[in-house]
């Protein structure tokens, strides 16, 4: 596609619930990240995806929070059990190639609230 | 980790006013964007820029990687670009992510 997609745009949830959000990175693109945003702050990184390689999960603030990736394409980021702390934007991110040095580029985000 | 701070937090300007926004970050690094993130929430790519200087249309960006820092011009402010404006850097490691800094808010008036 011509850009990162992301779905959904918002979602609204009740404390307790488990939510799932995906990302659709650019074609072809091998690197993905998760990022979230709470208000006002700057992205905080979550997890990694290269290739079949496993997940750099060292950005994942609790177990509740686990990410799937089939080879190079969509991945979902699963929030169980969320807690009203969960409430962000979920940023995803893709870049063409594994290493270093290339430009990352962001979708829309998913807005989760939490009541 | 790697530090990024960015200045000033909030900048109010009049249309057609030029303004500098700073980052400075603790490290060396491999890459170093600069993005606009609209009212909307989208974060708008400006620049990969992580030595030299480049411009496009009314911005420019230059990286002192030596020095650690990076600024970005935007000359002859308009409404439209209003929003916060984040500097993130790739500080090597094996995930390359990027750190952010904390943005400027810039609101233009007209």
């Known amino acids: 596609g011509a850009g990162v997609s992301q779905s959904p745009s918002n979602k609204v949830t009740e404390k307790g619930k488990d939510v799932e959000l995906r990302c659709d990175p650019i074609s072809g693109h091998t690197a993905l990240y998760w990022y979230r945003q709470r208000l006002g702050q700057g992205l905080e990184f979550l997890i990694y995806f290269q290739g079949n390689s496993a997940p750099d999960k060292s950005g994942l603030p609790s177990d509740r929070f686990s990410a799937e990736r089939t080879g190079e394409s969509v991945s979902t980021l699963t929030i169980q059990r969320t807690q009203q702390e969960d409430s962000a934007v979920y940023l995803c991110a893709s870049r063409a190639e594994p290493g270093g040095g290339e430009t990352q580029y962001f979708g829309p985000g998913t807005r989760l609230l939490v009541l | 980790g790697i530090q990024v701070e ?102 233009v008036n007209p």
């Open chain 2, 6 to 107: 960015q200045s000033p937090p909030d900048l109010i300007l009049q249309e057609g006013a030029n303004s500098t926004l700073r980052c400075n970050f603790s490290d060396s690094v491999n890459n170093l964007q600069w993005f606009h993130q609209n009212p909307w929430g989208q974060l708008i790519n400006l620049f990969y820029i992580p030595s030299g200087t480049k411009q496009n249309g009314r911005l420019s960006a230059t990286t002192v990687a030596t020095e650690r820092y990076s600024l970005l011009y935007i000359s002859s402010s308009q409404t439209t670009d209003s929003g916060v404006y984040f500097c993130a850097v790739e500080s090597g490691g094996s995930n390359y992510k990027l750190t952010f800094g904390k943005g400027t808010l810039l609101t």
